[in-house]
């Protein structure tokens, strides 16, 4: 019972077994590692606390209980988590509007909406629903991502030269910019040029070094002599004290508000994060669990806002600080956030100093690589539906925002998968002179076999397709009988693609396209899934015994040739006047000399090949 406990107990929280199995030898690489991340880290959380819309406080709650959370529960050995730009942008555009102004109530929706955030990780995880990290398609994700960065980046420009904007959408913000540009305020604007120029230039200069919290102390120091004096704005004097949230005053009809936002925020920052995830894992040669991260996630956001903090996901830019200084454990993680917390409770007096221009410029030289086009150009050579789809979710996204635009995205994408499987693509498959089944060329190197129509559906069948597939094979035999004066005897079914599951539907109008293709005296052969269809038809029949089912294409086909082989034969007897002895299916089968083989190169691969058929060669 003990054992089953301990296993189970690392089964929930997979950091730990990792930790508990640590190395001596590691602990230099955490050690340099977790001291750089929370340099990193420290001037990109309190930048994202400002563009969340909250404290800069905030910001280092929201890295620190949740990086030592998924230290323990997550199953990533570099993800570092902590404030994102595309989860800190959809929390302030759900909040702002339902705060109307009271920054008491803002915070109380931004913890509420974090701990939902996390409720709706957990419940997913409980479901083994991991999977939904495939449900962002990667060309919505990127388009989530670019629309996020130009709306980060505009958002910005305000705090970065310094004039007042009433302007909160995208569209409005750039028709005013001209007339707000008139009212420049230049100490804030040299401060911005300032900052931007000393991040080049420690970047190109010292690229080992954490060159954004090294310009954000030399930006505080100057701020604390002179901003004053200018009228540069700073982000003022703050406590490490925990402010006191009154839940007895919270409205409880705001939950849901953000009931959808909390887990349309869910699936960004599970995305998100696996997509990190699963990048470092594999260039480290490791497997991690959705459906733990998921978990892990979930807590860490809980965690973060029971200590009122925001929402994190896994923080590409930290982890890739991580994984180059060589971490090798979660106690990466712990180590970061021990130093956050010392600079919470020790270091909060110079805070105040920093520059409200200096975080802009951060804000958007981080925001800066989210901004990918280049990817998006890709996939108009590759792939024209990925490419409208990142298109569309830029535009979206721009025009009527992240979670307006995100589920749009999601819809648009689903309704391009529906199409795919209402009216999928489709082959008709022939032999090459070698005997090799491959798609029909009209080069003319792969022939139609004579007599036959060979078919693949590239969809399951189901209830909703059903009756275009049927419609389908009936328009193709009419067009071949019309062109070659009523030549197909048989219509071969590649059941491998388009037979999946055992829909009442699809069995139903199997039948009826058997029927009616009979009464043409055409027969139906279904190839491959052997077993299962048998099984399936035995429950919707009682019996199968006129249903012509093989493992393989290769199988049918070698008994279609073999049934005509057998047929010319007798009647060749018949004309030389031999007696006529009855033939069967193994006669015809040892008799026949056909040599079709599966070209993998078409992908005709059968898990049910060599089910019924162990004792057949493939090659006669």
């Excluded at 750039?174 to 100490?187: A, C, K, N, V, Y």
């Excluded at 925020?265 to 599970?270: D, E, G, I, Y």
């Excluded at 032999?431 to 036959?452: F, M, N, Q, Y």
């Excluded at 009682?542 to 010319?568: C, G, H, M």
Aim: hydrophobic share 50%; charged share 20%; with cysteine.
């Amino acid at each position: 019972m003990a054992i089953l406990n301990k296993q189970y107990l690392f089964h929930l929280m997979p950091g730990l077994a990792n930790l508990l199995k640590y190395q001596r030898g590691w602990f230099s690489y955490d050690l340099r590692a977790g001291l750089s991340v929370a340099a990193v880290a420290l001037p990109v959380a309190i930048a994202y606390a400002e563009l969340t819309g909250v404290s800069p406080i905030v910001g280092l709650y929201a890295c620190i209980l949740p990086m030592i959370a998924y230290a323990i529960f997550g199953s990533s050995r570099q993800l570092i988590i902590g404030p994102d730009a595309a989860t800190c942008a959809i929390i302030a555009a759900v909040v702002a509007p339902l705060a109307k102004g009271n920054p008491h109530i803002y915070l109380q929706l931004v913890i509420m909406m974090t701990i939902m955030t996390g409720i709706w990780c957990l419940i997913a995880s409980k479901l083994h629903l991991g999977a939904l990290a495939d449900l962002l398609s990667r060309p919505i994700l990127t388009g989530l991502l670019n629309g996020v960065a130009i709306t980060i980046i505009t958002g910005q420009l305000s705090k970065v030269v310094g004039y007042e904007s009433s302007a909160n959408q995208l569209i409005e913000r750039i028709i005013e910019l001209p007339s707000d540009i008139l009212t420049t305020h230049w100490p804030t604007l040299a401060t911005s040029i300032v900052t931007l120029l000393l991040l080049l230039l420690f970047k190109r200069l010292t690229p080992k070094l954490p060159a954004t919290l090294i310009v954000m102390i030399i930006m505080t120091t100057l701020a604390a002599f002179f901003a004053e004096r200018v009228g540069i704005e700073v982000t003022g004097r703050f406590t490490d004290k925990v402010e006191d949230i009154d839940i007895k005053n919270f409205q409880p009809g705001l939950l849901r508000d953000l009931l959808v936002p909390s887990l349309n925020l869910a699936l960004v920052s599970f995305v998100s994060l696996m997509l990190t995830a699963r990048s470092f894992a594999s260039k480290n040669r490791y497997e991690i669990d959705a459906n733990a991260e998921f978990r892990a996630l979930g807590i860490a956001n809980i965690v973060s806002g029971l200590s009122q903090g925001f929402a994190v996901s896994g923080a590409s830019s930290r982890t890739a600080v991580n994984d180059s200084i060589g971490g090798k454990t979660q106690l990466v993680s712990i180590i970061a956030a021990l130093c956050i917390a010392f600079v919470l409770f020790f270091l909060t007096s110079p805070l105040q100093y920093i520059p409200i221009p200096s975080l802009g410029v951060v804000l958007i030289f981080a925001t800066w690589s989210l901004i990918d086009f280049k990817s998006i150009r890709k996939l108009r050579r590759r792939n024209k539906e990925a490419f409208m789809l990142a298109v569309f979710t830029v535009v979206m996204v721009l025009l009527v925002g992240v979670i307006a635009g995100i589920g749009l995205a999601v819809l648009v994408g689903l309704m391009q998968f529906l199409r795919i499987i209402f009216r999928p693509t489709e082959s008709l498959l022939g032999a090459d002179a070698d005997g090799r089944i491959h798609t029909l060329s009209r080069s003319g190197v792969v022939e139609p076999i004579k007599d036959t129509i060979i078919y693949r559906f590239n969809s399951p069948l189901t209830y909703f397709n059903v009756a275009y597939f049927k419609r389908r094979i009936l328009h193709l035999v009419e067009n071949e009988n019309t062109e070659n004066q009523d030549s197909v005897k048989w219509v071969v079914v590649d059941a491998v693609s388009a037979l999946t599951h055992p829909d009442v539907s699809v069995i139903a109008s199997l039948k009826e396209l058997k029927q009616e293709l009979a009464d043409e005296n055409i027969s139906i052969l279904l190839a491959g899934r052997k077993t299962e269809l048998t099984k399936w038809l035995r429950i919707e029949e009682k019996k199968n015994s006129d249903w012509l089912l093989f493992p393989d294409l290769y199988l049918a086909v070698r008994y279609i040739q073999s049934i005509e082989q057998s047929t010319e034969n007798e009647i060749n007897r018949k004309d030389e006047g031999e007696v006529n002895e009855p033939s069967t299916l193994d006669r015809a089968i040892e008799n026949s000399n056909v040599n079709l083989q599966l070209d993998q190169d078409d992908e005709i691969t059968h898990p049910s090949i060599n089910e019924d058929s162990n004792n057949i060669p493939k090659e006669v």
